[in-house]
């Protein structure tokens, strides 16, 4: 293992700089026909524009790297250089890949080197609170190798025997214990060293990048996430969105 491999002793990490991996390559599916989700406009703005604002408006977060859609890395500049984003902020765009985990591979390959604690944040949250973000910072300064944002669930969770054609009816098979379920947002923190390991080693599918670190067999923590932090995947989260952003701007008002 190389010196650079080597996770960053917790002192070091109290002073560390920050960078955040946003991607934002995937269509988004589930959202219906149209542009690639991370560039359809909510408020007006494209939801990558919020969510690279959401990143930078911590203080702690000095560099965003935004994974694009493979063919889309030239209009995702002009669009960073169209909006208003913070100075004490630099940007980077790379293009994705096929699935998430290869864009934020992909991501993590572009940062240079002086950012030891790295974000990964879905584009497609792009109203999670800078006290959500900071809150995960500084659960990876006070030495946690890996962070995620969590919120309890609303609904009771059915583990099934996945119908062979959707519709059927699924015989379930399990009802895990609700209080001991969360589920799980973005951003999530990592020592720098500890993800590109994860990225390096952990093969096979992967929904998110904390499981690949707990799958090194290190100690992921959960700190409080946010219900803002919801991740548009289908038509009414859209709506949910819109509604946020218009009740900020009420708030805002007054
Ligand atoms: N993502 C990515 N590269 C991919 C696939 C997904 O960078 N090849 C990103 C998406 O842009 C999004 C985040 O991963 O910001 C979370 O993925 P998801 O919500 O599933 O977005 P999509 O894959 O675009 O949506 P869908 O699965 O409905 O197509
Ligand atoms: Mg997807």
């Not at 995702?76 to 208003?84: M, Q, T």
């Not at 096929?98 to 992909?106: A, D, G, H, I, T």
């Not at 390959?109 to 609170?129: E, N, S, Y």
């Amino acid at each position: 293992m190389s010196d650079d491999s080597r996770p960053s002793p917790p002192a070091a990490r109290a002073a560390a700089r920050t960078a955040a991996v946003i991607p934002a390559a995937g269509r988004g599916v589930r959202l219906g026909p149209g542009a690639p989700k991370a560039l359809r406009a909510l408020g007006g703005t494209p939801m990558l524009i919020h969510a690279v604002r959401a990143m930078a408006a911590s203080r702690a977060v000095s560099l965003v790297v935004v994974v694009a859609p493979p063919d889309g890395a030239a209009e995702v500049k002009s669009l960073l250089d169209a909006h208003a984003l913070p100075e004490r902020t630099d940007f980077l765009v790379v293009p994705g890949g096929q699935s998430r985990q290869e864009s934020v591979k992909l991501g993590l390959d572009a940062l240079p080197p002086g950012h030891d604690i790295v974000l990964v944040h879905d584009a497609a949250r792009p109203l999670v609170p800078v006290d959500t973000v900071d809150a995960v910072i500084e659960a990876v300064r006070e030495g946690a190798p890996a962070v995620v944002p969590a919120l309890p669930l609303a609904d009771t969770v059915k583990q099934v025997e996945p119908a062979r054609t959707p519709g059927e009816p699924e015989p379930v098979v399990a009802t895990p214990e609700r209080a001991l379920l969360r589920a799980v947002q973005t951003p999530q923190g990592f020592d720098r060293a500890t993800l590109v390991r994860a990225h390096e080693t952990v093969t096979g599918e992967v929904t998110d990048d904390a499981g690949m670190v707990e799958q090194l067999g290190l100690t992921v923590v959960a700190v409080p996430g946010h219900e803002e932090a919801f991740k548009v995947t289908r038509p009414l989260d859209l709506v949910l969105a819109e509604a946020v952003l218009a009740r900020r701007r009420l708030n805002d008002g007054f």
